[in-house]
């Protein structure tokens, strides 16, 4: 299985909006104990084992629009069903903290899905983390590639971490059981209703 985090490579994205899906994997790696991450399929990829069987993880160093290149690329190489692909992402449709697990579907204007798409075929499975709209569209493109704000952090953090401890429902398939163990696992945390996105940060 691919669980694959989008995003794009450098210390100048590491902390925006739009890198959240890598922000996933690297805790899903220190949660599973990780092989150290290394260069391959054109991403920085480690293994490790969850459920009992190996996976490996991906963060494709392509930048977000050429994703699909780098995912094609392992997907042919291990033979690797659209069903076995997980893809992490961040969506602005969806209110700051909440979460989604769907298959398949439409891009919603992310160029990182409609990469893969291109690449790989439709009916991957994608978990989608809520960062929120910034209310105009002509503002959505800085609010992605800003840093989350000093107040998103907590909840950012303790999202992936949750993410990251449930992995196993994943990867046996279990989308909407991981769903709901997220959502009641932040509701507990005290997350279960950040109103709206932080002010991006400059």
């Known amino acids: 299985m691919?669980?694959?985090g989008l995003g794009n490579p450098g210390a100048r994205y590491a902390g925006n909006r739009h890198n959240i899906g890598f922000m996933a994997v690297d805790a899903i790696a220190r949660r599973h104990n990780a092989s150290p991450w290394r260069k391959r399929f054109q991403a920085d990829t480690a293994e490790c084992t969850i459920a009992g069987e190996r996976h490996l993880l991906m963060k494709p160093q392509t930048f977000m629009n050429e994703s699909g290149r780098a995912v094609a690329e392992a997907a042919r190489f291990f033979k690797t069903e659209l069903a076995d692909i997980i893809v992490f992402y961040d969506e602005i449709d969806l209110p700051a903290s909440k979460?989604?697990?769907k298959t398949g579907g439409g891009n919603a204007g992310h160029n990182g899905l409609r990469s893969i798409t291109a690449h790989c075929g439709?009916?991957?499975r994608r978990v989608r983390f809520g960062i929120g709209h910034p209310g105009m569209k002509e503002l959505v493109q800085?609010?992605?590639l800003s840093d989350f704000a000093?107040?998103?952090r907590p909840w950012v953090e303790t999202l992936i971490d949750i993410v990251a401890d449930n992995a196993n429902i994943l990867a046996k398939g279990q989308d909407s059981t991981f769903q709901n163990r997220v959502h009641l696992a932040m509701d507990a945390k005290g997350f279960g209703d950040v109103k709206a996105p932080g002010k991006p940060t400059d």
Do not use: C, T, W
């Open 99 to 101: 979460l989604r697990v």
């Open 122 to 124: 439709n009916d991957y």
């Open 2 to 4: 691919l669980f694959v």
């Open 150 to 152: 000093k107040a998103d």
């Open 142 to 144: 800085h609010h992605v």
